[in-house]
Structure formats: structure tokens, C-alpha cells
């Protein structure tokens, strides 16, 4: 059974970086593919990105492309997303999520708090 | 970029039926995911590849998808169903993962 737990909330100032971690257990890193997934106050679901197994790259939303860059960590089984320019708008919790299905997120991280304030 | 529209508010009485739509273009030809959320929760996969549940979920729940539009059926809705949903894709010619609008479900 796989497990995720991400690190804690993030307060940052508007042009600083951020980056969140997501530890899995119960399966290695290298068996799963870990996306990250983002929701705004009051707004739903957002993809930011994740790694696509077919081509063994990691691939970007349009929208964040340039500014997100995801990692892993394989001898710790760690994830990491990190945003940069951060700006007000990106206030949002961020979830790393798992599609142990093809195309559907079954597993979800409980989700990271960054707050982007000046 | 692909476009999925859900109504923003269904209410249903404890006991009824709620009917969730998610339109988009020609969405049957795509495998559509339900999720379920409650406040201050990470979302709940309810229903994957368009009507198949995923363990524990209740058999309340069914999913259908045909041409432009896919639906969530929840059935003898309960108190406890009260809660956001959203339909979500993968979307092939950009390889990207596709959230809809959202439906918030009011039990009366």
C-alpha cells in the first residue's frame, strides 16, 4: 500500500522559491509515477506536472513551464516540486498525487499550505 | 487547450439521485476520472475509466460517458456525500492532465 507524506506549510515572499517535498513508502520511487497537482482558495484542481513512464520524461503544464521544476530523490524515495517567481497567485496547497492506473489519481498526498505574501 | 465544464452547484434531497455532467469535446472519446471532495481533504478518486469504482467506494456511485458528455450518478444520496466533484482526463495530443470546473453537492 503506497503512502505519501508531504512537508509542512511555506510562507514566502512574492520572487522567492519554494519547494515541497513528498516522501513515499510502501513502494520505491522508481515503481511510480509522482505528479503534483495544485488548488487556489476556493478553486479546483490544477496539474502542474509529473513523470510520463512511456517516455521516462517529466513533462509540464503550459502554464508553469519555466517556473516548476519537479525532482526525485531515489535514495530517500523523495519527490520535490519547486516553484519559483512565486506571486500572490500562487497562494495554493500543493498535493503530489499518484496514478497507480493510467490516467487517474489514486493516491494523494495530504497536501502543503504555501502562502505567498509580502 | 481542452475544456471541461461541469454546472457549479447540484441540490439533491437525502434519499434522490444527483446527476453530475461534465461536457467536452467529443469527451466519449476519452477516459473520464470522478473525484470527491471535502472540505480541507485531498480529493477522493470515486469512479475511474468512466464507470468502474475503485475499491471502497460505494456501489451508490456509477459513472456513464457518451459524445460530448460524461455524467456522475450518485444514488440514494446521503448527508455524507455532501461534498465537491470533479471530473478529470488525460488529455493525448498535449499529454497533459485535465481538472473540470467543479460541482459543489448540496444535500437539502
Known amino acids: 500500500q503506497v503512502q505519501v507524506v508531504q512537508s509542512g506549510a511555506e510562507v514566502k515572499r512574492p520572487g522567492a522559491s519554494v519547494k515541497v517535498s513528498c516522501k513515499v513508502s510502501?513502494?520505491?520511487?522508481?515503481?511510480?509515477?509522482i505528479h503534483w497537482v495544485r488548488q487556489a482558495p476556493g478553486k479546483g484542481p490544477e496539474w502542474m506536472g509529473g513523470?510520463?513512464?512511456?517516455?521516462?520524461?517529466?513533462i509540464y503544464a503550459h502554464q508553469f513551464q519555466g517556473r516548476v521544476t519537479l525532482t526525485e530523490d531515489t535514495s530517500t524515495d523523495t519527490a520535490y516540486m519547486e516553484l519559483s517567481s512565486l506571486r500572490s497567485e500562487d497562494t495554493a496547497v500543493y498535493h503530489c498525487a499518484i496514478p497507480q492506473l493510467p490516467g487517474a489519481f489514486d493516491i494523494w498526498g495530504q497536501g502543503t499550505l504555501v502562502t505567498v505574501s509580502s | 487547450s481542452y475544456v471541461l465544464t461541469q454546472p457549479p452547484s447540484v441540490s439533491v434531497a437525502p434519499g434522490k439521485t444527483a446527476r453530475i455532467t461534465c461536457g467536452g469535446n467529443?469527451?466519449?472519446?476519452?477516459?473520464v476520472h470522478w473525484y470527491q471532495q471535502k472540505p480541507g481533504q485531498a480529493p477522493v478518486l470515486v469512479i475511474h475509466?468512466?464507470?468502474d469504482r475503485p475499491s471502497g467506494i460505494p456501489e451508490r456511485f456509477s459513472g456513464s460517458n457518451s459524445g460530448n458528455t460524461a455524467t456522475l450518478t450518485i444514488s440514494r444520496v446521503e448527508a455524507g456525500d455532501e461534498a465537491d466533484y470533479y471530473c478529470?482526463?488525460?488529455?493525448?495530443?498535449?499529454?497533459?492532465?485535465?481538472f473540470g470546473t467543479g460541482t459543489k453537492v448540496t444535500v437539502l
Open positions: 475509466y468512466d464507470s
Open positions: 467529443n469527451i466519449g472519446s476519452k477516459n
Open positions: 510502501g513502494h520505491t520511487l522508481t515503481e511510480l509515477s
Open positions: 478529470q482526463v488525460w488529455e493525448s495530443s498535449s499529454d497533459h492532465y485535465v
Open positions: 513523470f510520463d513512464p512511456d517516455d521516462g520524461e517529466t
